[in-house]
């Protein structure tokens, strides 16, 4: 989970940064598991644009998933939740 001071942090830097509604682009990284993929992917719906991208190696995977979101608050959210899915690295 966020803490407060980071969710305070990241809601000022993205009121600066974003007019609401906006396109937001969401970033993970985790080594795959088909598990806590689906995990990750239950956070969007199912129309959101979604990318994936393995390591050359193959240990991690990049998910980036791009949606309409309508506030920071929203966004905020989004990655509190996903931050409590145990191996994801939110950035």
């Known amino acids: 989970m966020l803490s ?17 509604p906006s396109v937001y682009m969401f970033k993970f990284i985790f080594e795959p598991d088909d598990e806590r ?7 969007f719906p199912p129309e959101a644009e979604t990318l994936r991208k393995y390591s050359t190696g193959g240990k991690y995977l990049s998910l980036t998933v791009r949606e309409v979101m309508l ?21």
Not at 37 to 43: E, G, P, S, Y
Not at 78 to 90: F, K, N, Q
């Open 4 to 20: 407060d001071e980071t969710k305070q942090r990241l809601r000022e830097r993205l009121d600066e940064v974003h007019a609401w």
């Open 37 to 43: 993929l689906a995990k990750v992917q239950a956070l």
């Open 71 to 91: 506030s920071a608050e929203e966004v905020i959210a989004r990655y509190d939740r996903a931050s409590a899915i145990e191996g994801v690295i939110v950035l």
